[in-house]
Protein backbone atom coordinates (compact mmCIF):
# COMPACT_ATOMS: atom_id res chain seq x y z
CA UNK A 1 0.00 0.00 0.00
CA UNK A 2 2.78 2.82 0.87
CA UNK A 3 4.07 2.03 -2.66
CA UNK A 4 0.84 2.83 -4.33
CA UNK A 5 0.61 6.03 -2.28
CA UNK A 6 4.14 6.71 -2.91
CA UNK A 7 3.51 6.41 -6.76
CA UNK A 8 0.23 8.55 -6.36
CA UNK A 9 2.55 11.40 -4.62
CA UNK A 10 4.38 11.38 -7.65
CA UNK A 11 1.59 11.68 -9.96
CA UNK A 12 0.43 14.45 -8.29
CA UNK A 13 3.66 16.46 -8.00
CA UNK A 14 4.06 15.41 -12.27
CA UNK A 15 0.44 16.49 -12.74
CA UNK A 16 0.98 20.00 -11.41
CA UNK A 17 4.15 20.42 -13.39
CA UNK A 18 2.04 19.92 -16.43
CA UNK A 19 -0.32 21.63 -15.39
CA UNK A 20 1.50 25.09 -14.83
CA UNK A 21 3.56 23.97 -18.24
CA UNK A 22 -0.02 23.50 -20.11
CA UNK A 23 -1.31 27.08 -18.28
CA UNK A 24 2.18 28.67 -19.45
CA UNK A 25 2.16 27.46 -23.05
CA UNK A 26 -1.54 28.32 -23.23
CA UNK A 27 -0.76 31.91 -21.77
CA UNK A 28 2.57 31.98 -24.75
CA UNK A 29 0.61 30.49 -27.44
CA UNK A 30 -2.67 33.47 -27.01
CA UNK A 31 0.26 35.64 -27.19
CA UNK A 32 1.65 34.82 -30.34
CA UNK A 33 -1.93 34.21 -31.97
CA UNK A 34 -2.54 37.76 -31.54
CA UNK A 35 0.53 38.59 -32.58
CA UNK A 36 -0.06 36.77 -36.20
CA UNK A 37 -3.77 38.07 -36.74
CA UNK A 38 -3.54 41.58 -35.35
CA UNK A 39 0.07 42.60 -35.71
CA UNK A 40 2.50 43.64 -33.03
CA UNK A 41 2.44 44.08 -29.50
CA UNK A 42 4.27 46.33 -27.54
CA UNK A 43 7.34 45.95 -26.00
CA UNK A 44 6.15 47.00 -22.18
CA UNK A 45 3.27 44.68 -22.65
CA UNK A 46 5.09 41.62 -23.34
CA UNK A 47 7.43 42.88 -20.41
CA UNK A 48 4.91 43.14 -17.99
CA UNK A 49 3.10 39.88 -19.50
CA UNK A 50 5.95 37.58 -19.58
CA UNK A 51 6.25 39.14 -15.45
CA UNK A 52 2.90 38.21 -14.56
CA UNK A 53 2.51 34.30 -16.32
CA UNK A 54 4.37 33.04 -12.67
CA UNK A 55 1.69 34.67 -10.46
CA UNK A 56 -0.92 33.23 -12.69
CA UNK A 57 0.31 29.85 -13.46
CA UNK A 58 0.80 29.50 -9.45
CA UNK A 59 -2.80 30.76 -9.16
CA UNK A 60 -4.24 28.60 -11.41
CA UNK A 61 -2.34 25.27 -9.81
CA UNK A 62 -4.15 26.51 -6.46
CA UNK A 63 -7.56 26.97 -8.10
CA UNK A 64 -6.99 23.32 -9.45
CA UNK A 65 -6.22 21.93 -5.94
CA UNK A 66 -9.11 23.66 -4.45
CA UNK A 67 -11.74 22.18 -7.24
CA UNK A 68 -10.33 18.85 -6.62
CA UNK A 69 -8.56 17.93 -10.02
CA UNK A 70 -6.00 16.26 -8.32
CA UNK A 71 -8.02 13.78 -7.03
CA UNK A 72 -8.50 11.32 -9.18
CA UNK A 73 -9.66 8.53 -7.15
CA UNK A 74 -13.12 9.50 -7.07
CA UNK A 75 -13.93 11.76 -10.11
CA UNK A 76 -15.86 10.72 -13.27
CA UNK A 77 -14.74 12.78 -16.66
CA UNK A 78 -17.59 15.13 -16.11
CA UNK A 79 -16.60 15.77 -13.02
CA UNK A 80 -13.02 16.35 -13.85
CA UNK A 81 -13.97 18.67 -17.37
CA UNK A 82 -16.48 20.76 -15.05
CA UNK A 83 -13.64 21.43 -12.18
CA UNK A 84 -11.43 22.42 -15.31
CA UNK A 85 -14.05 24.83 -16.97
CA UNK A 86 -14.56 26.43 -13.21
CA UNK A 87 -10.77 26.51 -12.87
CA UNK A 88 -10.37 28.28 -15.74
CA UNK A 89 -13.35 30.66 -15.44
CA UNK A 90 -11.84 32.22 -11.54
CA UNK A 91 -8.78 32.17 -13.31
CA UNK A 92 -9.65 34.33 -16.00
CA UNK A 93 -11.03 36.51 -13.42
CA UNK A 94 -8.19 36.86 -11.29
CA UNK A 95 -6.00 37.42 -14.24
CA UNK A 96 -7.74 40.90 -15.21
CA UNK A 97 -7.96 41.42 -11.78
CA UNK A 98 -4.08 41.02 -11.09
CA UNK A 99 -3.19 42.95 -14.69
CA UNK A 100 -5.65 45.52 -12.69
CA UNK A 101 -4.25 45.53 -9.32
CA UNK A 102 -0.39 45.59 -11.03
CA UNK A 103 -1.18 48.94 -12.97
CA UNK A 104 0.35 47.24 -15.95
CA UNK A 105 -3.02 46.43 -17.87
CA UNK A 106 -0.56 43.83 -19.59
CA UNK A 107 -3.24 41.62 -21.07
CA UNK A 108 -5.61 42.73 -24.09
CA UNK A 109 -8.41 41.32 -23.44
CA UNK A 110 -8.74 38.91 -26.35
CA UNK A 111 -5.00 37.13 -25.44
CA UNK A 112 -7.61 36.34 -22.22
CA UNK A 113 -10.07 34.68 -23.91
CA UNK A 114 -7.96 32.84 -26.47
CA UNK A 115 -5.51 31.86 -23.37
CA UNK A 116 -8.82 30.63 -21.27
CA UNK A 117 -10.13 28.50 -24.48
CA UNK A 118 -6.85 26.62 -25.06
CA UNK A 119 -6.38 26.17 -21.32
CA UNK A 120 -9.88 24.80 -21.06
CA UNK A 121 -9.38 21.92 -23.85
CA UNK A 122 -5.76 21.51 -22.84
CA UNK A 123 -6.29 21.24 -18.74
CA UNK A 124 -9.53 18.83 -19.64
CA UNK A 125 -7.79 16.88 -22.28
CA UNK A 126 -4.63 16.47 -19.80
CA UNK A 127 -6.66 15.39 -17.20
CA UNK A 128 -9.07 13.16 -18.84
CA UNK A 129 -6.35 11.02 -19.99
CA UNK A 130 -4.32 10.98 -17.06
CA UNK A 131 -8.02 9.47 -15.45
CA UNK A 132 -7.94 7.08 -18.15
CA UNK A 133 -4.35 5.76 -18.11
CA UNK A 134 -4.76 5.89 -14.28
CA UNK A 135 -7.78 3.80 -14.76
CA UNK A 136 -5.92 1.08 -17.31
CA UNK A 137 -3.12 1.09 -14.97
CA UNK A 138 -5.12 -0.19 -11.58
CA UNK A 139 -8.06 -2.30 -13.56
CA UNK A 140 -10.91 -3.33 -11.45
CA UNK A 141 -10.44 -3.08 -7.84
CA UNK A 142 -12.72 -5.92 -5.72
CA UNK A 143 -14.86 -5.14 -2.95
CA UNK A 144 -16.20 -6.82 -0.33
CA UNK A 145 -19.23 -6.27 1.37
CA UNK A 146 -20.05 -8.06 4.49
CA UNK A 147 -24.09 -8.05 5.40
CA UNK A 148 -27.14 -9.97 5.46
CA UNK A 149 -30.34 -10.15 3.62
CA UNK A 150 -31.54 -6.73 2.16
CA UNK A 151 -29.34 -4.74 3.85
CA UNK A 152 -26.81 -5.76 2.26
CA UNK A 153 -28.10 -5.93 -1.29
CA UNK A 154 -29.45 -1.77 -0.23
CA UNK A 155 -25.57 -1.16 0.77
CA UNK A 156 -24.16 -2.68 -2.47
CA UNK A 157 -26.42 -1.07 -4.72
CA UNK A 158 -25.54 2.56 -2.88
CA UNK A 159 -22.21 2.08 -3.74
CA UNK A 160 -23.11 0.67 -7.47
CA UNK A 161 -25.43 4.04 -8.03
CA UNK A 162 -22.54 5.91 -6.44
CA UNK A 163 -19.00 7.59 -8.16
CA UNK A 164 -17.22 5.00 -5.73
CA UNK A 165 -17.67 2.07 -8.40
CA UNK A 166 -19.72 3.80 -11.52
CA UNK A 167 -17.30 2.95 -14.65
CA UNK A 168 -16.21 -0.98 -13.71
CA UNK A 169 -18.83 -2.20 -10.73
CA UNK A 170 -19.59 -5.69 -10.26
CA UNK A 171 -22.07 -7.27 -7.94
CA UNK A 172 -22.23 -10.66 -7.05
CA UNK A 173 -24.40 -11.67 -4.19
CA UNK A 174 -23.94 -15.46 -2.84
Not at 83 to 106: D, E, K, Q
Not at 139 to 148: E, M, S
Request: charged share 15%.
Amino acid sequence: MRDRSRWYGLFKAFSAIADAAIIFICAYLALVLRININGNISEGNLEDMIAVLPFICLIGLGLLYIYGVYDMQKRSRFDIIYSVILTVFFLTVITMALSFFMRSFAFPRSIILISAALQAVALSAWHVLALHIGQKLHGRQPVLIVGHGASMRSVAEKINGGTLLRNNAQLRFG
